[in-house]
């Protein structure tokens, strides 16, 4: 079982940044794929990026790519999503996610936070 903590969102104008924090629980996070999602009103479940379990791997959607950046410290249990250059399309409620296979997918992802808001407004 894997608890995990999503922070760090907020109220942010266009073009500003943002780095997002979730803290996962237990001695085995080193052992999951890592992976942040958002969800805008009225929208289904996005994919943003993902990491492995190293940190050696990771990947992008193309609507984040080259504003976003996916790390992790095992060390601490933490990953990180350092937004850059926000658009009020970014504006949702970001979700991090643990899975056991390195993946795109919402489905394979078995453990999942409570979110945390990101607004940005223009």
């Known amino acids: 079982q894997v608890q995990l903590v999503e922070s760090g969102g907020g109220l942010v104008q266009a073009g500003g940044s943002l780095r997002l924090s979730c803290s996962a629980s237990g001695r085995t996070f080193s052992t999951y794929t890592m992976g942040w999602f958002r969800q805008a009103p009225g929208k289904e479940r996005e994919f943003v990026a993902t990491i492995n379990r190293s940190g050696g791997d990771t990947y992008v959607s193309t609507s984040v790519k080259g504003r976003f950046t996916i790390s992790r410290d095992n060390a601490k249990n933490t990953v990180y999503l350092q937004m850059n250059s926000l658009t009020p399309e970014d504006t949702a409620v970001y979700y991090c996610?643990?899975?056991?296979?390195?993946?795109?997918?919402?489905?394979?992802?078995?453990?999942w936070g409570q979110g945390t808001q990101v607004t940005v407004s223009s």
């Open positions: 996610a643990a899975s056991r296979v390195y993946s795109t997918r919402a489905t394979s992802y078995d453990y």
